[in-house]
C-alpha cells in the first residue's frame, strides 16, 4: 500500500488564491519532500523536509510537518497558472534505507487565469 | 548536458517483445534510481544503484525485469518478453550521494520513456 497519500486527489483555484495540499503517511520517516510533475513526464524537487523539523518556506511555499499526526501540508500562495500541475509527497524511511522514496498519487493543481 | 536524460522518449512494442530503457544520469552524481509511474497512479520504485555497492532491486515486479550500470554512469532497463500491463511511464533519477553512504539528497528527475504495449 502506498506510504503517502495526498489530499484532495484534485484542487481547482483561480489565480492568485492559495493553493493547499495535504500527505500522510503511515510509518516512521527520515524526511518527507514534495515534487512538481508537469504534463506526466519529469518530477521537479520542491522542498524537503527532515523529520526534527516541523515547517520549512521556500519562496511562494511553505511546508509544514506533525510527525506525532503522520502528516504534512504544502501551501502554495498566490498560485499562478504556471502553478498548475501534480504535486506529490514522497517519504524516506529511516535508516540505512532512506534513499528509497514512496510517493502518494498525487494531488492535481489547476490555477484557472 | 546539465539534466538527467532518458532514451527513447517513447516506446511502442508489442506484447512479447523485449525493450531498452536508457538512462544518463547527471554527471558526478552516483546514485541512480529507476521508478515506473502507470497511468493516475504515483511512482512505484524499481532499483537503486550506488556506486560500485550491489544495487537495490527489490522494487522489480518480475524477473523479466532487470537492470545494469556500466561504468558507474548510464544506466540501462530491460524488460524482456513484455506484457501490457508494463505500459507505463519510466522514469529514471539521480542524486548526488556524499560520504559514501545514503543520503536523503535531493533526486533530480529525467523526462521518462513513455512504454506503450499492444
Known amino acids: 500500500s502506498q506510504q503517502g497519500e495526498e489530499d484532495p486527489q484534485a484542487l481547482s483555484i483561480q489565480e492568485g488564491e492559495n493553493a493547499t495540499m495535504n500527505c500522510s503517511y503511515k510509518t516512521s520517516i527520515n524526511n518527507l519532500q514534495w515534487y512538481r510533475q508537469n504534463s506526466g513526464r519529469g518530477l521537479v524537487h520542491l522542498i524537503l523536509?527532515?523529520?526534527?523539523?516541523r515547517e520549512k518556506h521556500s519562496g511562494r511555499l511553505r511546508v509544514t510537518l506533525d510527525t506525532s499526526k503522520k502528516s504534512s501540508s504544502l501551501l502554495i500562495t498566490a498560485s499562478r497558472a504556471a502553478d498548475t500541475a501534480s504535486y506529490f509527497c514522497a517519504t524516506a524511511l529511516p535508516g540505512g534505507s532512506n534513499y528509497k522514496l514512496t510517493f502518494g498519487k498525487g494531488t492535481l493543481l489547476t490555477v484557472n487565469p | 548536458g546539465a539534466g538527467v536524460s532518458q532514451s527513447p522518449s517513447n516506446k511502442v512494442t508489442e506484447k512479447g517483445k523485449d525493450v531498452e530503457l536508457r538512462c544518463d544520469p547527471i554527471s558526478g552524481h552516483t546514485a541512480l534510481y529507476w521508478y515506473r509511474q502507470s497511468l493516475g497512479q504515483g511512482l512505484e520504485f524499481l532499483i537503486y544503484?550506488?556506486?560500485?555497492?550491489?544495487?537495490?532491486k527489490s522494487g522489480l515486479p518480475s524477473d523479466r525485469f532487470s537492470a545494469e550500470r556500466t561504468g558507474g554512469s548510464v544506466s540501462t532497463l530491460t524488460i524482456q518478453r513484455t506484457q501490457q500491463e508494463d505500459s507505463a511511464v519510466y522514469l529514471c533519477?539521480?542524486?548526488?550521494?556524499?560520504?559514501?553512504?545514503?543520503?536523503?539528497?535531493?533526486?533530480?528527475f529525467g523526462p521518462g520513456t513513455r512504454l506503450t504495449v499492444l
Open positions: 533519477a539521480s542524486s548526488l550521494v556524499a560520504g559514501g553512504a545514503p543520503s536523503s539528497n535531493e533526486q533530480f
Open positions: 523536509i527532515r523529520s526534527n523539523e
Open positions: 544503484f550506488q556506486g560500485n555497492s550491489a544495487p537495490d
